[in-house]
């Protein structure tokens, strides 16, 4: 079982940046391919950004060159740097840890869940 717990979210100006992170506990993060996903009001859980294991990245077409994720394995944790903010990005932010190897960007694929941490952006 691995818990996650998410931070650092917040309300921030479109052009601006956050830095989400994710911290695990129960189990070794390195374990799993890690994934952010996020939630706007009223619409589907989408996926924005994918770890695995080696470290390769896969970002969605609408945040990529704008988001980067990371992993730091001795804390145990997964970031999300996220620059040039627009309204649209705003949504409660997920991270996911994913148990496969097999590269995956639909959210039934995940094991474990964050709570979430709501991201802002204000026009």
């Known amino acids: 079982q691995v818990q996650l717990v998410e931070s650092g979210g917040g309300l921030v100006q479109a052009g601006g940046s956050l830095r989400l992170s994710c911290a695990a506990s129960?189990?070794?993060?390195?374990?799993?391919?890690m994934g952010w996903f996020r939630q706007a009001p009223g619409k589907e859980r989408e996926f924005a950004a994918r770890i695995n294991r080696s470290g390769t990245t896969y970002y969605a077409d609408s945040v990529k060159g704008r988001f980067t994720i990371s992993r730091d394995n001795a804390k145990n944790t997964v970031y999300l740097q996220m620059n040039s903010l627009k309204p649209e990005d705003t949504a409660i932010y997920y991270c996911?840890?994913?148990?496969?190897?097999?590269?995956?960007?639909?959210?039934?694929?995940?094991?474990?869940w964050g709570q979430g941490t709501q991201v802002t952006v204000s026009s």
């Open positions: 129960g189990r070794t993060l390195s374990n799993y391919a």
């Open positions: 996911a840890a994913d148990a496969a190897y097999k590269r995956s960007y639909d959210a039934e694929d995940y094991d474990y």
